[in-house]
């Protein structure tokens, strides 16, 4: 149990100093999930790829995500996948509907050029008005820039 | 609304008469009954609103009169408490050296008697400074119309004293923000441009955003999501059945819906393969044709006030900018060339202005420039200020303000008005948090 702690402390300090991933992203396996479930998915697969302001092009974490989950997703070929696109509070709510759309589909089309069927993945933005975390500073606006891969 | 209106310019041999007497008169220089609100620096007019005689409700109508004038920044209302002539005869001129010893440049009498289901009202806008009727009118309409009728007074005193339509008699269509940000109720309301009558025309159930009038009020346009998290698109509601109609039946996302200013048609964006383009439907035939194409984000598109041109912002040349084309697509232009990202760009009902929202250094700002680009001047600026949306005199501007969030709390999001000069801002009544304001064209009498 220490030992499983001490972990958690290592994987934690990695996080923070990469500064780009989430919590619930690409945490090792530290808890025991049932393997193939929405909840391992998310804590060990990583749901989330971040990007720069105003851009849709997907960063070299965010592959090492998407090819996290490409993976997991040939072996569980049982979801259908909605990639939604968010974007930070820094733009207008109309140009933001559209780069979320932008951010989603560039996760889509990585997703698919990894041979991940694309009947199998829809997108929808969500533009700026489903912020997570909820904050008005860089850390928040960060995390906000955002392409979450949601299980169905 | 069944409402009829006459000039009411009887007596008026009396009216001249009192001209006459009182143009011996001391007047005080500093104080006319006129006022230039393009000029650099104005001083707000003194104006004094007594209440209505007849029916209780003269008293509400003269409030509601005070209120409008008061909050267009162009009008000092002097409180009732500092008038000297009391128990004034609706019909006969005032006392002017009464009124100017009270500083006011303009009194305003009037009655409202409601009878066999009907009221009717009249009023009389008196010059104090030159000692005659400025303007009067007389209306009949139904009893439970009298706050439209009192704004319909403020919009003719307006123009009597700008020479500018009046905006009071208007709606505004909001988006009614609740609930914490992560999971945000967004609801399209629409109350009358002073908050009152406030209703909310979607459930809720999921996100409704930019609501925008027709010319006639009947209908709005908006962009709404679906259940189920199937893609947001673009509705046309009727705002008194509030039945409603799918307009963006397409696989993709639709939004950002405008009316062109014939009703005729509606503009929009569509997105396909993460790709945003401006499209025109004919909501006559439902038939889509596309005005723009290529990979960039083309989104916020807004017609010319007669109809012929487009503006829009687009991210083709790298960041976000605006540009002018055809109402049917074709002859695109850049028109804005300043430092920072351009977007929401609105072109004013007189034609003159286009405004938009601006991103610099960090901070957000409401500006206007001349529809050609050039003649750029910002207005209002903030952490977070969008969505520029014109009265119908074109004088006057509302917008959203959103306050930075802290503590993973929402910071407050608040509409505001301000004038073409920037001078005078003030933050509009709103039952709920707000965003996203739309103003109605004047209401159709």
């Given at each position: 149990?220490?030992?499983?702690?001490?972990?958690?402390?290592?994987?934690?300090?990695?996080?923070?100093?990469?500064?780009?991933?989430?919590?619930?992203?690409?945490?090792?396996?530290?808890?025991?999930?049932?393997?193939?479930?929405?909840?391992?998915?998310?804590?060990?697969?990583?749901?989330?790829?971040?990007?720069?302001?105003?851009?849709?092009?997907?960063?070299?974490?965010?592959?090492?995500?998407?090819?996290?989950?490409?993976?997991?997703?040939?072996?569980?070929?049982?979801?259908?996948?909605?990639?939604?696109?968010?974007?930070?509070?820094?733009?207008?709510?109309?140009?933001?509907?559209?780069?979320?759309?932008?951010?989603?589909?560039?996760?889509?089309?990585?997703?698919?050029?990894?041979?991940?069927?694309?009947?199998?993945?829809?997108?929808?933005?969500?533009?700026?008005?489903?912020?997570?975390?909820?904050?008005?500073?860089?850390?928040?606006?960060?995390?906000?820039?955002?392409?979450?891969?949601?299980?169905? | 609304?069944?409402?009829?209106?006459?000039?009411?310019?009887?007596?008026?041999?009396?009216?001249?008469?009192?001209?006459?007497?009182?143009?011996?008169?001391?007047?005080?220089?500093?104080?006319?009954?006129?006022?230039?609100?393009?000029?650099?620096?104005?001083?707000?007019?003194?104006?004094?609103?007594?209440?209505?005689?007849?029916?209780?409700?003269?008293?509400?109508?003269?409030?509601?009169?005070?209120?409008?004038?008061?909050?267009?920044?162009?009008?000092?209302?002097?409180?009732?408490?500092?008038?000297?002539?009391?128990?004034?005869?609706?019909?006969?001129?005032?006392?002017?050296?009464?009124?100017?010893?009270?500083?006011?440049?303009?009194?305003?009498?009037?009655?409202?008697?409601?009878?066999?289901?009907?009221?009717?009202?009249?009023?009389?806008?008196?010059?104090?400074?030159?000692?005659?009727?400025?303007?009067?009118?007389?209306?009949?309409?139904?009893?439970?119309?009298?706050?439209?009728?009192?704004?319909?007074?403020a919009d003719a005193i307006y123009k009597r004293v700008t020479g500018e339509e009046g905006y009071f008699d208007t709606r505004v269509a909001y988006v009614a923000e609740t609930g914490p940000?992560?999971?945000?109720?967004?609801?399209?309301?629409?109350?009358?441009?002073?908050?009152?009558?406030?209703?909310?025309?979607?459930?809720?159930?999921?996100?409704?955003?930019?609501?925008?009038?027709?010319?006639?009020?009947?209908?709005?346009?908006?962009?709404?999501?679906?259940?189920?998290?199937?893609?947001?698109?673009?509705?046309?509601?009727?705002?008194?059945?509030?039945?409603?109609?799918?307009?963006?039946?397409?696989?993709?996302?639709?939004?950002?819906?405008?009316?062109?200013?014939?009703?005729?048609?509606?503009?929009?964006?569509?997105?396909?393969?993460?790709?945003?383009?401006?499209?025109?439907?004919?909501?006559?035939?439902?038939?889509?044709?596309?005005?723009?194409?290529?990979?960039?984000?083309?989104?916020?598109?807004?017609?010319?006030?007669?109809?012929?041109?487009?503006?829009?912002?687009?991210?083709?040349?790298?960041?976000?900018?605006?540009?002018?084309?055809?109402?049917?697509?074709?002859?695109?232009?850049?028109?804005?060339?300043?430092?920072?990202?351009?977007?929401?760009?609105?072109?004013?009902?007189?034609?003159?202005?286009?405004?938009?929202?601006?991103?610099?250094?960090?901070?957000?700002?409401?500006?206007?420039?001349?529809?050609?680009?050039?003649?750029?001047?910002?207005?209002?600026?903030?952490?977070?200020?969008?969505?520029?949306?014109?009265?119908?005199?074109?004088?006057?501007?509302?917008f959203f303000r959103q306050q930075p969030n802290s503590g993973g709390r929402a910071g407050s999001v608040t509409l505001h008005q301000i004038d073409?000069?920037?001078?005078?801002?003030?933050?509009?009544?709103?039952?709920?948090?707000?965003?996203?304001?739309?103003?109605?064209?004047?209401?159709?009498?």
């Amino acid at each position: 149990m220490r030992m499983i702690k001490a972990l958690t402390a290592i994987a934690a300090m990695i996080l923070i100093a990469a500064c780009s991933n989430d919590q619930q992203a690409a945490a090792p396996a530290t808890t025991t999930v049932t393997p193939g479930s929405v909840a391992d998915f998310r804590q060990n697969v990583g749901d989330r790829v971040f990007f720069d302001t105003d851009q849709s092009t997907i960063r070299e974490d965010g592959r090492q995500t998407l090819n996290r989950q490409a993976e997991w997703l040939k072996k569980y070929g049982n979801y259908q996948i909605t990639v939604e696109g968010h974007c930070d509070e820094r733009g207008t709510r109309e140009y933001n509907l559209a780069l979320g759309e932008r951010r989603a589909n560039a996760a889509r089309q990585y997703l698919v050029a990894q041979g991940i069927p694309a009947a199998r993945i829809k997108t929808i933005s969500y533009g700026k008005e489903r912020p997570d975390p909820v904050g008005s500073d860089e850390a928040a606006w960060a995390r906000n820039r955002r392409a979450v891969t949601a299980l169905q | 609304m069944n409402t009829r209106f006459d000039m009411m310019l009887p007596r008026r041999q009396t009216i001249l008469g009192g001209v006459a007497l009182a143009a011996g008169a001391a007047r005080p220089a500093n104080a006319q009954l006129t006022i230039d609100m393009t000029k650099p620096s104005f001083e707000p007019v003194p104006i004094a609103i007594v209440d209505f005689k007849g029916d209780k409700v003269g008293a509400d109508i003269a409030g509601v009169v005070r209120n409008d004038l008061q909050n267009s920044g162009l009008f000092r209302s002097i409180p009732p408490s500092a008038f000297i002539q009391q128990n004034m005869d609706p019909n006969a001129p005032p006392r002017f050296p009464d009124w100017r010893s009270v500083g006011a440049a303009g009194v305003v009498v009037g009655q409202a008697t409601t009878s066999g289901g009907n009221i009717k009202v009249d009023f009389r806008l008196w010059d104090v400074v030159v000692g005659q009727q400025a303007t009067g009118l007389s209306f009949t309409s139904q009893p439970d119309k009298w706050r439209r009728l009192a704004h319909i007074i403020a919009d003719a005193i307006y123009k009597r004293v700008t020479g500018e339509e009046g905006y009071f008699d208007t709606r505004v269509a909001y988006v009614a923000e609740t609930g914490p940000l992560g999971n945000r109720v967004k609801r399209i309301a629409i109350m009358d441009q002073d908050g009152f009558n406030t209703r909310y025309i979607t459930d809720g159930k999921t996100i409704a955003l930019t609501p925008r009038f027709s010319p006639t009020l009947q209908e709005i346009v908006y962009m709404a999501y679906g259940e189920n998290n199937a893609p947001p698109r673009v509705y046309l509601q009727n705002v008194e059945s509030n039945r409603r109609e799918l307009l963006g039946n397409f696989p993709g996302m639709s939004f950002a819906p405008r009316f062109s200013p014939d009703g005729t048609k509606v503009v929009m964006s569509i997105s396909a393969d993460g790709n945003t383009d401006i499209y025109e439907m004919d909501l006559r035939g439902r038939a889509l044709r596309r005005l723009t194409s290529g990979p960039a984000i083309d989104t916020s598109p807004c017609y010319s006030n007669d109809g012929t041109q487009i503006v829009f912002n687009s991210d083709r040349g790298g960041t976000q900018q605006l540009y002018v084309m055809g109402a049917g697509g074709g002859g695109e232009r850049r028109i804005s060339f300043g430092e920072g990202r351009y977007a929401t760009p609105v072109w004013s009902p007189r034609g003159d202005f286009i405004a938009f929202t601006k991103i610099s250094g960090g901070s957000f700002g409401i500006g206007v420039m001349r529809s050609d680009g050039s003649g750029e001047r910002m207005l209002a600026n903030g952490f977070l200020v969008e969505g520029p949306t014109w009265a119908p005199n074109g004088r006057v501007l509302a917008f959203f303000r959103q306050q930075p969030n802290s503590g993973g709390r929402a910071g407050s999001v608040t509409l505001h008005q301000i004038d073409i000069t920037g001078r005078f801002e003030r933050q509009m009544p709103t039952q709920t948090d707000a965003s996203d304001p739309a103003w109605s064209p004047l209401i159709p009498q």
